[in-house]
T-cell receptor, first 113, second 115 residues
Framework: AQSVTQLGSHVSVSEGALVLLRCNYSSSVPPYLFWYVQYPNQGLQLLLK??????LVKGINGFEAEFKKSETSFHLTKPSAHMSDAAEYFC???????????FGQGTRLTINP | DTAVSQTPKYLVTQMGNDKSIKCEQNLGHDTMYWYKQDSKKFLKIMFS???????INETVPNRFSPKSPDKAHLNLHINSLELGDSAVYFC??????????????FGPGTRLTVL
């Protein structure tokens, strides 16, 4: 069965600092991996996804993530945090042929001025 | 134009009541979903429909009954509401032909509070 673990339920960084949100997955077949962001009182919005091809994936708002099969990881990074990045971030996995997403427990990102 | 819309946004009701949440998407997608987000923000899929046909039912109690009158709508009816049903319910949609690679587009959520 698929599962996703996000290390750190709460991450706090200073404005301008590097953002690193960790995600590890478990899947018996090559996974498809997603990062979604949820701003307060809103639905989820796709940041980026990995399906096949290049393992470094660039998304919206300056975020990127790298698929590392050997580490079963898909960590999300952004070189310089902005106040508007404060939100809840969810890593998710799906499998070939499956139409459902399995989510991690989420990481709340706080940006300090 | 709102891509995935849900009504109502907030729903407060008593235990034992029956309530419905409606979802509509104007993206022309074939697949729609219901997710439940609990108080700890954990998101779990409940149901998925493809072209009005149920394809995923994740061991949800029978009190929850989804209905898809057409592929643009997926409603969720809940009978005999319990305290544990309090959560935010999200509707989502996707193209449905990506074999797991599809981006899912989420609605704004319906916050259900059972008293």
């Amino acid at each position: 069965a698929q599962s996703v673990t996000q290390l750190g339920s709460h991450v706090s960084v200073s404005e301008g600092a590097l953002v690193l949100l960790r995600c590890n997955y478990s899947s018996s077949v090559p996974p498809y991996l997603f990062w979604y962001v949820q701003y307060p009182n809103q639905g989820l919005q796709l940041l980026l996804k990995y399906t096949t091809g290049a393992t470094l994936v660039k998304g919206i708002n300056g975020f990127e993530a790298e698929f590392k099969k050997s580490e079963t990881s898909f960590h999300l990074t952004k070189p310089s945090a902005h106040m508007s990045d404060a939100a809840e971030y969810f890593c998710a996995v799906s499998e070939q042929g499956a139409q459902k997403l399995v989510f991690g427990q989420g990481t709340r990102l706080t940006i300090n001025p | 134009d709102t891509a995935v819309s849900q009504t109502p946004k907030y729903l407060v009701t008593q235990m034992g009541n029956d309530k419905s949440i409606k979802c509509e998407q104007n993206l022309g997608h074939d697949t729609m979903y219901w997710y439940k987000q609990d108080s700890k923000k954990f998101l779990k899929i409940m149901f998925s429909y493809n072209n009005k046909e149920l394809i995923i039912n994740e061991t949800v109690p029978n009190r929850f009954s989804p209905k898809s009158p057409d592929k643009a709508h997926l409603n969720l009816h809940i009978n005999s509401l319990e305290l544990g049903d309090s959560a935010v319910y999200f509707c989502a949609s996707s193209q449905g032909n990506g074999g797991g690679t599809d981006t899912q587009y989420f609605g704004p959520g319906t916050r259900l509070t059972v008293l």
